[in-house]
């Protein structure tokens, strides 16, 4: 049977036969070979995964490649230092930090959203929140 754990992307598993233990990642691609002792063995690429919290989606270190197709080098810039302050969006927002660290809390929520370098980040039109920089951020972003 196949080893059961938190995979990474590009990390290899064990495999029986076409029975394949994949964690709840998406993959672009599954492929087994043998080693020199006969065994069977896998090798995966992941694909990263959005997750959304509190209206609020998250990518952690999307591939080059999706930046790359989004323009996000292009867009303009924003940075501020570490500070507390209320925003709310006039239209959806997207931004990719290359620095920083930020808790954002929607208005009304008991919990906080915790964003940094490497996350694409997408806010929703009309969100009203506080961001708490911890650490200065530096981001490319999008509005609308």
């Given amino acids: 049977m ?5 995979l990474s992307p ?3 598993f064990l495999c029986a036969k076409t029975k394949h233990s994949l ?13 020199r002792v006969g ?3 896998g090798s995966i690429r992941a694909e990263t995964m959005a997750t959304e919290k ?5 990518e952690k270190n999307p591939p080059e490649s999706k930046l790359t197709q989004l323009g996000i080098r292009k867009w303009p810039k924003w940075g501020c230092p ?11 927002e997207t931004c990719y930090l290359l620095e920083g660290k930020v808790k954002v809390t929607p208005d009304g929520a008991s919990e906080s959203v ?3 370098a490497g996350d694409l980040v997408e806010f929703p039109k009309g969100m009203s929140c506080t961001w708490d920089v911890s ?4 981001k490319h972003y999008n509005m609308g």
């Fill in 23 to 35: 964690s709840p990642l998406s993959y672009s691609s599954v492929s087994c070979s043998r080693d």
């Fill in 10 to 12: 590009s990390q290899s």
């Fill in 2 to 6: 196949a080893r059961v754990g938190a």
């Fill in 82 to 92: 570490p500070s507390k302050f209320p925003w709310t969006y006039d239209t959806k």
């Fill in 135 to 138: 650490v200065g951020v530096d």
């Fill in 114 to 116: 915790e964003i940094g």
């Fill in 54 to 58: 509190l209206g609020i989606k998250i």
């Fill in 39 to 41: 065994r069977q063995f």
